[in-house]
């Protein structure tokens, strides 16, 4: 049977105020619990598309739906509610360097817990036991008040799951997670990634440079080109020579120096 | 073949003879105004350096401009200034040629530009001495008259210095109160004149141009003025010296913050807010922890300075130490005046010290 469909991008277009045309009419379809890959050239339109889905960009054109609501016209608290659905990983990690690991994981719950209290970093029990849970699962629990940016990379990304887990979303956003990451450790975040999709059944829409990544952990994969996409299927059908067909002779797709 | 010899060739030879001789003419005087100008500042720097008028003793600078030579030296920068076009690089055969005025990648004074950009340096610098009425003569002959005040200053006398070091306490605690004040309402208001944070809505924009704006003027109007206004306010005394530099840190306080909240990292406050916080969350996990050491910094060295502008607001009825000061430079009692300048120096090279290095532990 064909499931809910979490994300629905339609015709979506985004101009920056610069004049870039970072995407180009872009449809596209995600079923809940698929593991989608974005694969792309750097500048080819990933982080817009992504970042369109929790509204970090808002699109020119076009709807996006995340279970049917309207995420590109939503405002104020309706949109508060719609990115608390969908959480983000960054390249960059982008945790609170000066709070602590616990902290860091707690701030995933600012959606739903509101108020002077949780200005005042106290928040309730039950969130910061589940705070505890998420930063088992990562396997940082251990680690739990030392500084963020006293760990390692890896370390750090794997708090920004435990995070993103914290936010109880039913979409995760992984923007190149591990493009910053050494080579050895890219498995090890990805796992972890691999895990919110497979034993929480969430669906993951996760741009990446390697093939060998994308044929690992993806259940489909969606290729961009200049903001459009361009090819669309089965990780098996993304083979070196289809994607020098639609990239160029020059990509190579395991060096992200190319694709980043 | 025809259309190539009608306009390299024969037609009007006479209009281009014409028009090579005004350029040479333009060029010629260009560099006549350029060394005529170089000759004339020459001349009037010797003269206000060397040369002091007869019969009175301090030669204004008006009365230097009267002895110039015009004449005499705008006839040799005429010569000169022919010569300089036959070694064919002047600055005016550059004005007057017809692509020469910037030309990119020529070193400066191969082109027109570079010589203009000399001789309105030159001229600014000629004019800056008229109007500040330089006056190296007095200079260097009337030491004399302020040997007296020096002295005083060399032996302190100890009559002032208990009142001295309690007013001193009092300026220290009028520069402390007036940046304790400044501090939350500039903290609250630097995120609203801070460009990264109001781009999105009309509403921000605005805000952002009202509060940058009010805050500059605020700025302009030097701390002394403000003293003078809230001394008819809330009349003489150190608190007056309060409120002037409270508004004063605010402004300044608010400039600091918000160029410290643009160049934050945007990443963990596009982290928080894509998990659904509100603004307030956004703003206290996303930036603040990033502002916090900058911040302390900038507020150490903003007290720093207050203590240092409040010895000259206290000059004119703001408190703390000027406040005694100021009678005794009237009088010229410079025994009790060195013991003040000497405390306020003391203070203050003190203050700077520990600033530093306290500032330095944060960063
Ligand atoms: N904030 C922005 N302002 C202007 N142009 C941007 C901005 N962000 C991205 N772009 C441009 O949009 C295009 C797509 O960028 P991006 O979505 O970051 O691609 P990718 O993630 O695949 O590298 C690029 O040409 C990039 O330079
Ligand atoms: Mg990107």
Redesign the pocket.
């Known amino acids: 049977m064909t499931g809910t469909i979490a994300v629905r991008v339609s015709n979506v277009s985004k101009v920056?105020p610069?004049g870039?045309k970072?995407l180009d009419r872009v449809s596209l379809e995600v079923a809940e619990g698929e593991f989608l890959a974005v694969l792309?050239l750097?500048?080819?339109?990933?982080?817009?598309l992504l970042r369109s889905i929790n509204r970090l960009v808002d699109p020119s054109e076009g709807t996006i739906e995340l279970f049917g609501r309207d995420v590109t016209r939503a405002e104020g608290k309706a949109l508060r509610a719609l990115r608390g659905e969908a959480a983000m990983i960054f390249q960059q990690f982008n945790l609170v360097k000066r709070h602590s690991v616990l902290t860091n994981v707690l701030t995933g719950a600012l959606g739903r817990v509101g108020g002077l209290r949780s200005l005042l970093m106290s928040f309730p029990d039950d969130e910061v036991a589940y705070a505890r849970a998420c930063l088992k699962r990562v396997g940082l629990d251990d680690r739990a008040s030392s500084r963020a940016d006293a760990l390692s990379g890896g370390q750090q990304q794997r708090v920004a799951i435990a995070r993103a887990l914290m936010q109880k979303p039913r979409v995760v956003l992984a923007d190149e997670p591990v493009a910053s990451l050494d080579p050895a450790l890219r498995h090890s975040v990805m796992r972890h990634i691999e895990a919110l999709n497979r034993d929480e059944g969430l669906t993951v829409l996760c741009?990446l440079h390697d093939l060998d990544l994308v044929t690992r952990y993806a259940t489909r994969v969606v290729a961009l080109r200049e903001g459009k996409v361009v090819h669309e299927g089965p990780p098996s059908a993304f083979t070196k020579a289809l994607l020098h067909d639609i990239y160029g002779q020059d990509a190579h797709f395991d060096h992200e120096e190319v694709l980043a | 073949m025809k259309r190539c010899l009608r306009e390299g060739g024969d037609v009007k030879p006479v209009a281009r003879l014409t028009q090579r001789l005004t350029a040479r003419g333009t060029a010629l005087l260009v560099d006549a105004l350029l060394v005529a100008s170089v000759l004339l500042m020459a001349q009037f720097l010797w003269l206000c350096l060397f040369v002091p008028v007869a019969g009175t003793p301090l030669p204004s600078a008006r009365d230097v401009l009267e002895r110039l030579s015009y004449g005499a030296l705008s006839g040799v920068a005429v010569l000169l200034a022919a010569a300089w076009q036959l070694w064919d690089r002047s600055p005016g055969t550059a004005f007057a040629a017809p692509r020469g005025h910037s030309a990119p990648g020529k070193p400066w004074d191969e082109t027109f530009s570079g010589f203009f950009l000399l001789i309105f340096v030159e001229l600014t610098f000629f004019t800056g001495w008229l109007v500040t009425e330089v006056d190296l003569h007095q200079l260097f002959t009337n030491f004399h008259k302020a040997e007296g005040i020096l002295r005083g200053l060399l032996h302190p006398s100890g009559a002032v210095l208990f009142e001295g070091l309690i007013l001193l306490l009092q300026t220290i605690y009028l520069a402390f109160m007036a940046t304790a004040f400044a501090i939350p309402i500039a903290f609250v208001m630097s995120f609203m004149a801070a460009r990264n944070l109001t781009r999105k809505t009309a509403k921000a924009r605005f805000l952002y141009v009202f509060v940058r704006s009010v805050m500059n003027f605020a700025r302009a109007v030097e701390p002394l003025v403000w003293a003078l206004v809230f001394i008819s306010w809330v009349g003489i005394g150190p608190f007056a010296g309060v409120l002037a530099l409270f508004i004063h840190s605010v402004a300044s306080l608010v400039k600091l913050y918000s160029e410290q909240i643009e160049s934050i990292d945007p990443g963990p406050m596009e982290a928080i807010t894509g998990t659904g916080a509100s603004l307030l969350a956004v703003l206290r996990y996303g930036i603040v922890p990033q502002i916090v050491p900058p911040f302390l910094s900038y507020t150490i060295y903003r007290w720093d300075i207050n203590v240092r502008m409040s010895t000259i607001i206290g000059f004119v009825g703001g408190g703390g130490i000027g406040y005694i000061l100021k009678p005794r430079v009237d009088l010229g009692e410079w025994g009790e005046v060195g013991t003040l300048v000497l405390l306020i120096a003391v203070t203050v090279w003190a203050l700077d010290v520990i600033s530093a290095r306290v500032r330095e532990r944060i960063v």
């Open positions: 920056y610069n870039v970072a792309g750097s500048g080819s339109g990933k982080s817009t741009s």
